[in-house]
């Protein structure tokens, strides 16, 4: 009687162990990239998640009613948006010679869509040292359309302000080959299946790898 | 657009009311002083949607729906994550 139960008890607590592993790496994962971020003294005093996570939903809902419909889903989808390069011969467009990715609060990456190539990194950020509500970083998605905006409208001065670097120093490289590869896909399928007006083209979560690099 | 919260509505107006056109000037001046960049979002006749940077009231389309006020870009870059 002993032994049935014991060993039900062990596989019992294995396989608790098991369902239960991803999540407990995941939020030690995140403890502990907090921790670094509070020693590196880049969390603010008074950092409030509650806030912080009402500021990005305004902050969706404010890119959202500005780029169009496909570029909501692929920012829903894969956690980044893509955008043409118009300073070639080309002109803006998906005849250009280059284009851009921008990630949430990491630098633009300049590539060749042709070969995947890539080309350069831009450091650049909206910091308001004003720190209205206890920080001076914007939430993602604000972080994210104000790369849009300044690109889109004056790409040669976002460029100019921008500090440039070979691709690698803080993005990595293997991941936005990765990302331009699921862009593809994600391209190929959208193809096939169109955007319905008012609706993504999937599901509407971020992609986990973004939402922790954000 | 303000860190840790998002959107925030400055001013509202119709452009055509000249008190309403004057709060609405004065309310961009400000902004534009505190150092933010001023942007109105636009769509292409093909549909594509842009931006276009404003630096004085009178570069904003009369029909704009709104201006949006970001932070001046900065070159910069946080220590390397990897």
Known sequence: MGLPLGTATVVLVVLLWELARPTFKRTLTRLHLLWREHQRGRIPAGYDPGRERRAEQRARALLRSCVSERDWAMYSDLGFLHVWGGLGDHGRGSGAAYAYLIYPHKPIVAYMPQTGELLNEYCVAFPDLTKPYGSSRLPDSDDVLAKWMALTADERRLVGEANMHLPGRQVDPDRVRRDIARLRRWEQQLAREPIQPGGGSGSDGLDPDNIRAA | ?82
Do not use: N
């Open chain 2, 1 to 82: 657009m303000k860190p840790g919260h998002g959107e925030i509505v400055l001013a509202e107006g119709d452009v055509e009311v000249p008190e309403q056109e004057q709060e609405l000037i004065e309310a961009f001046r400000r902004e534009l002083d505190a150092g933010m960049w001023a942007a109105v979002p636009t769509a292409t006749p093909g549909g594509r949607r842009e931006a276009e940077l404003v630096k004085s009231f009178d570069e904003v389309p009369r029909d704009a729906e709104r201006v949006i006020f970001f932070p001046r870009a900065a070159g910069g870059a946080p220590p390397a994550a990897r």
